[in-house]
């Protein structure tokens, strides 16, 4: 739960700041820290298939939560 928070605020951060090419780019750096981290640890299972589909919801979905925050820059100050 703690790294699903965390993984939410960074994506709300992500959705603040940059666009899409920086989340896709933040999901595939996830699954290609934790995969290896599993494999090595012994841990992999099926059950981190649905860790590793959490953390990618918790993730992706602040990122959609930053994106709908994000004022956009129109310029009518």
């Given amino acids: 739960m703690i790294i ?16 899409y090419p ?3 780019i933040a999901s595939a750096a996830l ?5 290896p981290l599993w494999l090595i640890r012994g841990e ?3 059950f981190s298939v649905f860790i ?3 953390y990618l919801f918790a993730l992706q979905s602040g990122f959609l939560l ?12």
């Fill in 44 to 46: 992999f299972s099926f």
């Fill in 22 to 24: 920086a989340i896709v």
């Fill in 66 to 77: 930053g994106g709908y925050f994000a004022t956009p820059d129109d310029g009518d100050e």
């Fill in 4 to 19: 699903a928070g965390i993984l939410f605020l960074l994506g709300i951060l992500i959705g603040l700041s940059y666009g």
């Fill in 52 to 54: 590793w589909i959490g």
């Fill in 31 to 35: 699954t290609v820290f934790f995969f």
